[in-house]
């Protein structure tokens, strides 16, 4: 799969970073499962970086409290659907990539068809029950995980992508969910949103995990990245051995 | 002996800290484990999705030592 000359001329900047396979990221596939504050940021980073194909899913509307941090959606977009607006807008941002929009709900059934023929799945929900679903999916299907979440001053990512490393479940097996609206501002699922991009682009383009079996916390309160270690869990009911 | 215990987020209200904005002290006999410390303090583990002790993860059955400091973060899943 050769690039265009177009291609060739919008992604010249990033030709130049020692070991870039932009032939690579053109073949890559990506599900991303929400398009709000998480998933529009690495939707768009990912669309602008050229991976070749993303699949977006988000059952939702936009509404005019998603507006503080969904960047994707403007105010006359309200009341109209998400994934075919993301879909849209980061298909004007990048042409050269085949964007997909898919509204349907999350469930074990559909996640199963969601994720076929994907390279890797990107967590862009609000909520971890929703969470615990996709993990159980990208362990089924053998694909690698990124994960993130946010609230407050507090956000975190992981990549998760057993054998290889622990599942989502094994650090967080029970549903967190809050109850009621979590406190949020747009600027943190911004820092989380790309750092998911970044674990994404360098896995497709080297096949490397840079944080096995770690939670990076991002503290904005004092401003503090955390590495937190952890471990496989042989009695994990998604991933475990026993 | 005394732990320091710390939150952020919105568990950090339910701790009361008293030595700083997010850490409280906490002056107890030695061998308990953060299970029982947090039921000394009447914080309802509930609230605390993960809990962690220099960069590594533990769980309620984990006996902290004298002067350790234990992170415990709430619950983080929104997007």
């Known amino acids: 799969m050769s690039l265009s000359e177009s291609e060739i001329e919008r992604y010249q900047r990033q030709l130049l970073v020692d070991g870039w396979d932009q032939e690579k990221l053109k073949r890559a596939r990506?599900?991303?499962?929400g398009?709000?504050?998480?998933?529009?940021?690495?939707?768009?980073?990912?669309?602008?970086?050229?991976?070749?194909?993303l699949r977006l899913c988000d059952r939702d509307t936009v509404e005019r409290s998603n507006l503080n941090r969904q960047i994707l959606f403007a105010a006359d977009d309200i009341g109209r659907p998400k994934a075919a607006l993301?879909?849209?807008?980061?298909?004007?941002?990048?042409?050269?990539?085949q964007v997909e929009a898919?509204?349907?709900?999350?469930t074990e059934s559909t996640a199963r068809d969601l994720a076929s023929g994907c390279d890797l799945i990107i967590d862009g929900l609000d909520n971890h029950s929703d969470r615990l679903i996709l993990n159980k999916t990208a362990c089924a299907r053998h694909l690698?995980?990124?994960?993130?979440?946010?609230?407050?001053w507090m956000g975190q990512v992981s990549f998760f992508h057993p054998p290889q490393t622990a599942c989502l479940a094994c650090l967080l097996p029970r549903d967190?969910?809050?109850?009621?609206?979590?406190?949020?501002?747009?600027?943190?699922?911004?820092?989380i949103g790309s750092l998911q991009a970044t674990l994404a682009l360098r896995y497709l383009l080297t096949g490397e995990n840079p944080m096995t079996n770690t939670l990076l916390i991002f503290r904005s309160d004092t401003m503090n990245f955390e590495s937190v270690s952890f471990e496989k869990r042989p009695e994990c009911v998604v991933c475990g051995t026993s | 002996m005394t732990i320091f215990l710390k939150a952020g987020g919105q568990l950090r209200a339910k701790l009361n800290p008293d030595v700083d904005y997010y850490t409280r002290k906490v002056e107890i006999d030695g061998g308990k484990t953060i299970a029982e410390i947090l039921d000394a303090i009447s914080l309802n583990?509930?609230?605390?999705?993960?809990?962690?002790?220099?960069?590594k993860l533990k769980d309620l059955s984990y006996t902290p030592s004298d002067g350790q400091t234990i992170i415990l973060q709430p619950p983080v899943s929104g997007g």
Not at chain 1, 30 to 33: D, G, K, P, S
Not at chain 1, 86 to 97: F, G, L, V
Not at chain 1, 144 to 152: M, N, Q, R, T
Request: charged residues 10%; negative net charge.
């Open chain 1, 30 to 33: 990506v599900l991303i499962v």
């Open chain 1, 35 to 53: 398009t709000g504050g998480l998933g529009g940021v690495s939707a768009t980073y990912l669309a602008a970086a050229g991976v070749g194909h």
């Open chain 1, 86 to 97: 993301a879909a849209k807008k980061i298909s004007r941002h990048n042409p050269e990539i």
């Open chain 1, 102 to 106: 898919i509204a349907d709900a999350l």
């Open chain 1, 144 to 152: 690698p995980f990124v994960y993130g979440a946010v609230d407050e």
């Open chain 1, 176 to 191: 967190i969910s809050n109850r009621g609206p979590i406190p949020v501002y747009g600027a943190m699922p911004g820092v």
């Open chain 2, 45 to 55: 583990p509930a609230f605390v999705a993960l809990i962690h002790v220099d960069g």
